[in-house]
């Protein structure tokens, strides 16, 4: 099987998925921070090993500390995972922590800082010359 294919491609879709729901669901581990979302999972032509993108918005010791439970947990993840998917053979669930939706949320933060302490100069030049025009139109009307 490719890494490409259609059938690998379903194949993640659905391990997404389950993972997404066993961790809301069914982890007890005080560890896990509830803010936990499975961004992505990368499962190997060979059905032996799964990289899962984890995503946790918190502080660096929740973050640490979620890493830790899971992995504590993926022999449960991976035995619930061999029940409802039905696979040649179930992955070793490798986790990787991905800081990407908070990196964006703070380059957003960042922008719109930058935008709203710079003066609005494009709505003044628009304004300028739409004012110029209506005034000039203005002024032939009243002379007339």
Not at 12 to 37: C, F, G, W, Y
Not at 80 to 86: G, S
Not at 96 to 124: C, F
Request: proline share 4%; charged share 30%.
């Amino acid at each position: 099987m490719r890494k490409n294919s259609i059938k690998n491609t379903r194949i993640n879709q659905e391990v997404q998925k389950e993972l997404s729901t066993l961790i809301a669901r069914e982890l007890k581990d005080p560890r896990i921070h509830p803010m936990t979302s499975v961004l992505m999972a990368e499962v190997a032509p060979d059905l032996k090993t799964a990289r899962i993108h984890i995503s946790v918005m918190g502080d660096e010791e929740a973050k640490k500390n979620t890493i830790k439970g899971l992995k504590s947990a993926a022999p449960f993840l991976r035995g619930q995972l061999a029940r409802t998917i039905n696979l040649r053979n179930t992955p070793e669930l490798i986790f990787i922590l991905d800081e990407s939706i908070e990196y964006g949320v703070t380059m957003s933060k960042l922008i719109d800082e930058v935008t709203a302490s710079i003066p609005d100069r494009s709505g003044e030049e628009t304004g300028d010359a739409q004012g110029t025009e209506d005034e000039a139109a203005s002024e032939d009307g009243e002379e007339n």
